[in-house]
């Protein structure tokens, strides 16, 4: 294994050598490009699991998988989507697919390709797909100005179609005026804080866990990126004049409504002036800033100082960045990794089938762990759906041998078991039999003896 190092993904517009390229943040060194993937729409690049990376294609409806060590894209993956995606994000554990499609929004159960569900609540295109950190939920925005908030479950499982109450959204927030252009949400699942901006001007500040708006942070600009660190103190928006302000959450004023005044914000200023940033993110260690802009420039800034540490030419506007702490090993060129997704994506909702089954092999430390299970915790600890499962006379052998075991360190007499009792009987009946023949023999001897003494008298 080689050193971990910040992996920076950048993909830009009218690159022609490559879709992606990617850098370590720390030294600057080119660690990998991936090309033949045309323009890679904004907010699609993901990865896919440890091993892939994904993206939507900004011109067809396609979507293009790469192995992580390989430049070329998969030969045998062909994802042919219903239209052009404008955004696209994965569970975090990859299992399902959300891309969005003009103001629908599908989803995919990656290992079978099934297309699950079709959700059509925006009344225009989709800009943005976001989920929580431990993937219950997900946030999708628009440029009619909502945000809604799904649950996943309810996505990958409908009670009804895709206009019925059951596919509703989780939570639906209209605050915005005009398109909402990015999203970010932070740690803590469905209790999480969820920042949105737009190109209303506005920052706004939700609390996932009942629905509220906290804040609304206005700028004199309009917005297109936004980001915050771990702790959530600091949140950096990428304005539209090429800056990127910072303003302070334990700063604010105790008031929803709060108009940030251009000298109050701290800008980092580097990029073209009159150009919009439009992707953010931060190192693992929250200590540098990476910002890419319409003006085909990646900064990376120092935060606490806002002073511009590299800057990194490309051939075109910035559509994607994506940060990731990874072991350089993982682009060394090697074997082909084992995929566990499906060769294509299903078009039309499709009802499951015996082929899309995953088959669960049932081995003896199940069977163990599900006896110890039943041993020492209440029958509500442990789902009775399982006990079907387990072999009943595996199970009948270990109740059986646990018996004997307590009889045995109680001082009891182990009883007999069944062979050991049909045993007893094949010998008691051959004992009979024996005691049948002596019978019949003395009873044999005692009538010759009374025939020869009638002869003598």
């Not at 955004?87 to 699950?116: C, K, M």
């Not at 925005?141 to 019925?164: E, F, I, M, Q």
Request: glycine share 6%.
């Amino acid at each position: 294994m080689g050193d971990a190092v910040e992996a920076l993904f950048i993909s830009c517009l009218n690159n022609e050598r490559a879709s992606c390229c990617v850098q370590d943040l720390r030294t600057g060194t080119d660690l990998m490009r991936y090309k033949g993937g045309g323009q890679m729409q904004p907010h699609s690049l993901q990865m896919l699991g440890d091993k892939f990376v994904m993206s939507a294609n900004s011109t067809k409806p396609l979507l293009h998988v790469w192995q992580l060590n390989g430049q070329e894209q998969m030969s045998n993956i062909r994802y042919v989507v219903p239209g052009n995606v404008s955004a696209l994000a994965l569970t975090p554990d990859s299992a399902f697919l959300i891309a969005g499609i003009q103001e629908t929004i599908y989803v995919w159960h990656l290992n079978s390709g099934r297309l699950l569900n079709m959700m059509a609540r925006h009344f225009q295109p989709i800009t943005c797909i976001r989920f929580t950190d431990n993937g219950e939920h997900f946030a999708t925005a628009g440029k009619d100005g909502a945000v809604l908030v799904w649950n996943l479950t309810r996505a990958v499982a409908p009670l009804g179609n895709g206009d019925s109450e059951d596919n509703a959204p989780f939570y639906s927030f209209n605050d915005h005026g005009l398109a909402v252009t990015d999203v970010h949400i932070g740690f803590g699942g469905i209790r999480a804080f969820m920042y949105t901006v737009s190109l209303d001007r506005c920052c706004k500040v939700y609390d996932l866990s009942d629905g509220n708006m906290l804040l609304s942070v206005v700028f004199p600009v309009a917005l297109h990126s936004v980001i915050a660190n771990r702790l959530e103190t600091n949140v950096f928006v990428g304005t539209s004049d090429g800056q990127v302000l910072v303003y302070h959450m334990n700063k604010i004023p105790r008031m929803k409504e709060y108009h940030l005044e251009e000298q109050e914000s701290q800008a980092f200023v580097g990029h073209t002036t009159g150009t919009a940033i439009t992707c953010l993110a931060l190192s693992v260690n929250a200590d540098q800033l990476i910002s890419g802009g319409e003006d085909k420039q990646v900064c990376v800034w120092d935060v606490a100082s806002r002073q511009l540490i590299r800057s990194i030419s490309q051939l075109g506007a910035i559509s994607n960045l994506n940060l990731r702490l990874i072991s350089s090993s993982y682009f060394h060129p090697g074997a082909k990794e084992t995929k566990l997704f499906a060769d294509s994506l299903k078009r039309v909702i499709t009802p499951p089938s015996d082929d899309d089954c995953i088959e669960v092999l049932v081995t003896e430390q199940f069977k163990e762990a599900h006896e110890y299970v039943k041993r020492n915790f209440d029958d509500s600890y442990f789902p009775t759906d399982l006990e079907d499962e387990v072999d009943e006379e595996q199970a009948e052998k270990t109740a059986t041998a646990n018996e004997d075991q307590e009889m045995t360190q109680n001082g009891a007499e182990k009883p007999p078991s069944t062979a050991d009792l049909l045993a007893q009987i094949a010998l008691l009946r051959g004992e009979n039999e024996r005691l049948k023949r002596e019978a019949k023999s003395a009873q044999l001897d005692n009538t010759k003896k009374n025939k020869h003494r009638n002869r003598k008298k």
